[in-house]
């Protein structure tokens, strides 16, 4: 089955404390992107990647590390994880071409406390 | 900078009736936009993609429309169905490197 796989599903974590969402794809998309989504702002997107080696900021990156060292995997680092990080996150790939949509995996609720 | 408004409030209808939800944008010209489903929960599902030149796109019972003088485009839902009942996204084309921007979007109760 076609998928984006996150993980953890939720994740409740200390301030300071490094931590790392995977976020893996089965489909041989090139690009991938990570969004984080809050009540009354939708999705905001925090980086993305166009292929291996290759990502850029979106419009909310701060506190936010990615790498892109294999095609179908994309990490979300925590560096140093802030209560403001708290959300909901949602990792995203499609193939380059736009005339295809986007297929999101199921999420991952993370609280920092 | 560029702006997506979807009405913030929930739509209800009553079941067979048709819903129509609406994305206005400000600032920007998309070459395309795109729609979606979300679940409570879960990650939003892709519906369907309308190009700038094309006024209109169906798939079975839905229909998206796109008019790029109004800066809007109307998504359709025919003959509701209890089981339509979800939060419905659009998303804009920012022009470079596949970037989507998302509206909050507008969530859809079917009665029945």
């Known amino acids: 089955e076609a998928q984006v796989t996150q993980n953890p599903r939720y994740l409740i974590t200390v301030t300071g404390k490094k931590l790392t969402v995977t976020c893996s794809q089965n489909?041989?998309?090139?690009?991938m992107s990570w969004y984080r989504q809050d009540p009354g702002l939708g999705l905001r997107q925090i980086y993305y990647?166009?292929?291996?080696?290759?990502?850029d900021k979106g419009d909310v990156p701060e506190g936010y590390k990615v790498s892109r060292k294999e095609k179908r995997n994309f990490p979300l680092i925590l560096e140093s994880p802030s209560p403001n990080q708290t959300s909901l996150y949602f990792c995203?790939?499609?193939?380059?071409?736009?005339?295809?949509?986007?297929?999101f995996g199921s999420g991952t609720r993370l609280t920092v406390v | 900078s560029q702006k997506i408004e979807q009405n913030s409030e929930a739509l209800n209808i009553q079941e067979g009736k048709t819903a129509t939800l609406t994305c206005n944008y400000t600032?920007?010209?998309?070459?395309?936009l795109q729609w979606y489903r979300q679940d409570p929960g879960r990650g939003p599902v892709f519906l369907l993609l309308?190009?700038?030149?094309?006024k209109e796109k169906r798939k079975e019972r839905l229909k998206v429309t796109f008019d790029t003088t109004l800066k809007q485009s109307l998504f359709h839902i025919t003959a509701s169905q209890p089981a339509d009942s979800a939060t419905y996204l659009c998303?804009?084309?920012?022009?470079?490197?596949?970037?989507?921007?998302f509206g909050a979007g507008t969530r859809l109760a079917v009665h029945p």
């Open positions: 309308i190009r700038e030149n094309e």
């Open positions: 998303a804009l084309d920012t022009g470079g490197y596949n970037k989507l921007i």
């Open positions: 995203a790939s499609s193939l380059s071409d736009s005339n295809y949509g986007y297929t």
């Open positions: 990647s166009m292929n291996v080696e290759v990502t």
């Open positions: 489909m041989n998309h090139e690009y």
């Open positions: 600032n920007y010209s998309p070459a395309y």
